[in-house]
């Protein structure tokens, strides 16, 4: 190719330093960063995240976070990818501390994790016997709108599987289904092997027969179903459901259940109030989700930045800037910067 009088671009490097990366051969990728930068080609996000990558499949994680400060010389800004590569090199090293601090300065930054990232975590958290810890990221996602999938759903019920928690374990998989997030193999086989190891024979049994996957309809008969068996359900349990009724354009029957949480001896927190407001937003019904956040202000709920997203959303609408400046001088007095989130303590 430069035989030939063709200069290659950061796209042609690229494409083989990921080659020879994914052959293993980091030390020739790092000759052809070197290369391109001879040859006046300034590396990219993609060949920082390529070689990062790479050293973290490789237990290089100080070399890799060597490259992670090289970047802000260089002027190229990591991005999610390169936080999550980082994360879950440090986590299979059982760096699990120093995972945790790149997780909250990743969310300084003005960097959202991912399900990816959080999926990083949450299992890595499960396997070293910090089960609630990985629960509070698993609230965290259902708080900050980030779409949960089996692999999030599996790793929690594995973490308490291994501590012999089985109703928790047995309750995220309820919540899973409720949620619409289908199980896989892999969900029933952990809950097998869990209440074996635990030698409950006849449980494991019953979830061998309960196999087969659920659709949204069958889920809300299963939830049903279990409240009329006397399920002790907490919030969480009530937010999973609520937040499944707004995806699934059931605003109607989310409102009801929300309205009937005192009922229930029970009242909506932060995370209640942000699905309902996100959905009623989403599906334009603009005057139900501002009537949310007026209750919010009258029942003096400590807003977090997610709630003050919400507002500027609705700010941005046309028209709306005046209609609603009194609310916001309540919600916002001390104007919280754009990108600025709420996070859960991960220290133990």
């Given at each position: ?109 003005g960097i959202s994790p991912n399900v990816h990232t959080f999926n990083i975590l949450i299992d890595a958290m499960c396997k070293e016997g910090m089960v609630k810890k990985a629960h509070e990221l698993f609230d965290l996602m259902i708080e900050r709108g980030v779409e949960l999938n089996t692999i999030t759903y599996n790793a929690l019920m594995d973490g308490y599987c291994l501590h012999r928690r089985m109703d928790e374990s047995t309750k995220v998989l309820h919540s899973m289904v409720i949620r619409g997030c289908e199980a896989d193999v892999i969900s029933y086989n952990i809950l097998i092997n869990g209440y074996c190891k635990a030698k409950k024979l006849d449980e494991a049994m019953q979830i ?141």
């Amino acid at each position: 190719m430069i035989s030939k009088g063709v200069a290659p671009d950061v796209f042609t490097y690229n494409s083989i330093i990921h080659g020879v990366c994914s052959l293993g051969m980091w030390k020739d990728a790092e000759c052809y960063v070197n290369k391109m930068v001879n040859f006046g080609v300034t590396p990219d996000i993609v060949t920082f995240n390529i070689v990062i990558d790479a050293h973290c499949k490789d237990g290089r994680t100080e070399k890799a976070q060597t490259l992670l400060e090289l970047m802000s010389t260089r002027g190229v800004s990591p991005d999610v990818i390169t936080y999550s590569s980082l994360i879950d090199g440090l986590c299979n090293s059982g760096q699990w501390e120093e995972a945790t601090k790149l997780f909250r300065e990743m969310i300084d930054r003005g960097i959202s994790p991912n399900v990816h990232t959080f999926n990083i975590l949450i299992d890595a958290m499960c396997k070293e016997g910090m089960v609630k810890k990985a629960h509070e990221l698993f609230d965290l996602m259902i708080e900050r709108g980030v779409e949960l999938n089996t692999i999030t759903y599996n790793a929690l019920m594995d973490g308490y599987c291994l501590h012999r928690r089985m109703d928790e374990s047995t309750k995220v998989l309820h919540s899973m289904v409720i949620r619409g997030c289908e199980a896989d193999v892999i969900s029933y086989n952990i809950l097998i092997n869990g209440y074996c190891k635990a030698k409950k024979l006849d449980e494991a049994m019953q979830i061998f027969e309960d196999m087969p996957s659920k659709s949204y309809e069958e889920a809300m008969r299963l939830f049903e179903k279990l409240e009329n068996d006397g399920l002790e359900a907490d919030i969480v349990t009530y937010n999973t459901v609520i937040d499944n009724m707004c995806k699934s354009n059931n605003l109607d029957e989310a409102k009801k259940l929300f309205d009937s949480l005192p009922s229930k001896e029970l009242q909506p927190d932060n995370v209640t109030y942000n699905i309902m407001i996100r959905g009623f937003f989403q599906n334009n019904e603009i005057d139900k989700a501002v009537q949310l956040l007026n209750d919010m202000v009258y029942r003096d709920f400590s807003l977090n930045a997610t709630n003050t997203s919400s507002v500027e959303d609705l700010l941005a609408a046309d028209g709306l800037e005046g209609k609603f400046i009194g609310l916001v001088d309540k919600i916002l007095p001390k104007r919280q910067s754009k990108g600025t989130v709420t996070t859960v303590e991960l220290d133990c």
